[in-house]
DNA sequence: ATGGTAGGGATCCTA
């Protein structure tokens, strides 16, 4: 099973782009961050001519996360659930930046795509929105590890996890996708047990998955890795490959971000 | 220290 993230920058822009590499990627599974539409503004029909079921959770202008999948999306849950919510699921935010469906391959994966929020300026209320919803996204990792769930997390973390994810790790000292309260955060989340599936396959630096739109970041290779999939135990078995489809970014009309994905023996 | 680019959709906000 191919599961595959990418943060598409908005799909009224980017329609073409992103069928074009589904098309030749073909994942089982695509998890689209930064959809900037409301449901009913997503264009479905493309997506289910090429046999992709699509389940979204939108928002007019900014955020919104989508899946697309091959084989059937069960168990929709829109939101991440408020652990002071006792219980209440989805709908607790009011920025669509989360969405969870099972998949049914050779074995059941819980898929969590996320859009974290990207928190600057920091420090200021966009900080500490970022580092509650952080809090709210380990409790829900703890929720689904207690159930000995086989599960990933994968999406756009807005988080520079270490130095060696960024080409120039000096210019993002102050950058709420950088600083220690933020990376603290992120290693608490993968303390709990999860892999983070790029680094479990490759030691190597220079695995960025951003490039920012200005001052010739791409021409440059001026880049960060703030995209990641966070694997479960149980999903971290299965793990065959993980791999950035860097050369998507020379295309025309890109994203600021790449494809990142996962094959798994699911 | 500043401003550079892109998307959405409205003449500005977010990244």
Redesign the pocket.
Known sequence: MKVASF????????LPAVLDWLQEAAPDVAILQ?????DA?FPREPFEDMGYNVETHGQ????GVALISKLPLEDVVRGLPDPEGAGREGADDE?ARYIEATVVGARAVRICGLYL????PAPGP?YDYKLRWMERLEARAKALLSQEECFLMAG?Y?VIPQAEDAARPEAWTDDALFLPETRAAFRRLVNLGLTDALRARTLAPEFYTYW?????AWARNDGIRIDHFLLSPQCADLLEDCRIDKEVRARE????HVPIWVSLAA
């Open positions: 943060n598409i920058n908005g799909i009224k822009a980017r930064e959809i900037k539409t409301v503004g007019k202008s900014f955020n920025e929020p990207n928190g600057n966009k756009d807005n920012d739109f200005q001052r010739g009309k890109p994203s600021d």
